[in-house]
């Protein structure tokens, strides 16, 4: 039986799981009555009167790439000039610049790279843990695992031991725009499958890395594809919950980003409007993951701000250096500061709170002090 539009809110905001069918059907409705139920659930599954950010940096090794999907413009091949491999003592600058800011996490991606070994990798995890005992590494998207595993030629299980004996605390979400198989072949064919993706993810989840659930949209996939992504990642978070007692951290998504990539005028990308109705709905779907955050790199500042009446509890993290989406869209937004974050949950009501890489509030930053206007002083001889 298909609920009226008023049934199927008063089935969401009650909290009750919501079928595939009527999670499509949200799309539907006027974003206004989405959003709403959207806020409402998450002052009931968070702190209401918070929002957390994490302060971290973005460390990518190298920019080298073989998967060549369409949608980047970060990769480069070994041949280009402007290709790189960070060196460990470069890596351990980025993490001291971050050390001095009050850092707490890395996390580090790059392209995959068939000229590096084994060895590269867990050197430079035991260089990260023996010269920054307390940063936490959060390293290696599932793409990049499952070139380990084939390069390597170790079983997954083999593979995530030796990384976590050598430092690892958990991997990224990336890699997973949308959990469709259709559509990540027409967007990138060499790219990972979802059930590898998902595969890659549960093992981590078993051995207690930290991992987080993710989604782009903007590919020109349906409001089905997104409404099956969005719930291939509840039974996923629900079977590692049963299993294992813990599952991703969080949710964040954002924006196909095509300016620079070989997707410009292929891909719709996705508007301001369709992100604040995809993170609404992801609230509402997403009954087990209670942190969901904006996205200040892809949407900018304002949208962030406006996505904290969305569903949407965090603002991400302040990042230091961000080089894929930035170049993917042709902008220069490749960082945030402390004040700029907390300003935005400032400005928007809420009280702005620090977190660890788990969501947990640390500290609560001074927001009288950071956002006291700063008065010029007057040149010399002026009355």
């Given at each position: 039986?298909?609920?009226?539009?008023?049934?199927?809110?008063?089935?969401?905001?009650?909290?009750e799981r919501l079928d595939h069918s009527e999670v499509t059907a949200l799309y539907s409705l006027p974003l206004p009555d989405v959003a709403a139920v959207a806020h409402e659930l998450r002052l009931a599954r968070t702190d209401p009167e918070v929002v957390t950010f994490l302060i971290d940096r973005n460390i990518n090794y190298t920019n080298i790439c073989n998967v060549g999907c369409n949608f980047c413009a970060f990769y480069r091949t070994a041949r280009q000039k402007d290709s790189y491999v960070l060196d460990y003592e470069q890596i351990s600058h980025k993490i001291r610049e971050l050390e001095a800011v009050?850092?707490?996490?890395?996390?580090?991606?790059?392209?995959?790279?068939?000229?590096?070994?084994?060895?590269?990798y867990t050197g430079l995890l035991q260089h990260i843990k023996r010269h920054h005992p307390t940063i936490?590494?959060?390293?290696?998207?599932?793409?990049?695992?499952?070139f380990m595993e084939k390069a390597f030629g170790l079983d997954l299980d083999t593979l995530l031991d030796t990384l976590i004996q050598a430092g690892l605390d958990g991997l990224p979400g990336a890699g997973g725009e949308i959990l469709e198989d259709e559509v990540r072949a027409n967007a990138a064919p060499a790219r990972i499958r979802s059930h590898d993706w998902f595969r890659i993810l549960d093992a981590a989840q078993r051995k207690g890395l930290y991992t987080i659930s993710t989604m782009v949209?903007?590919?020109?996939?349906?409001?089905?594809?997104?409404a099956s992504h969005l719930l291939k990642i509840r039974d996923q978070q629900d079977r590692s919950l049963q299993l294992y007692g813990h599952g991703f951290a969080g949710f964040a998504m954002w924006t196909l980003q095509t300016e620079h990539t070989r997707l410009h005028g292929k891909a719709p990308g996705a508007s301001a409007h369709e992100y604040l109705q995809q993170l609404a709905i992801a609230r509402i779907a997403l009954d087990n993951q209670p942190n969901i955050q904006a996205s200040w790199p892809a949407q900018g500042f304002k949208v962030a701000q406006a996505a904290l009446y969305y569903g949407a509890s965090d603002l991400g993290s302040t990042m230091l250096e961000e080089n894929v989406v930035s170049a993917a869209a042709g902008h220069d937004r490749h960082n945030a500061t402390v004040r700029e974050l907390v300003r935005i949950a400032a400005d928007a009501g809420f009280r702005p709170m620090i977190r660890n890489s788990f969501f947990q509030p640390?500290?609560?930053?001074?927001?009288?002090?950071?956002?006291?206007?700063v008065h010029q002083e007057q040149p010399v001889g002026a009355d």
């Open positions: 039986m298909t609920l009226s539009a008023s049934s199927l809110l008063d089935k969401a905001a009650r909290g009050g850092g707490s996490r890395i996390l580090m991606q790059g392209g995959v790279n068939p000229q590096l070994g084994l060895e590269y936490r590494i959060e390293a290696f998207s599932p793409e990049e695992v499952l949209i903007g590919f020109g996939e349906s409001h089905a594809q997104r640390i500290a609560r930053p001074d927001v009288e002090a950071l956002l006291r206007p």
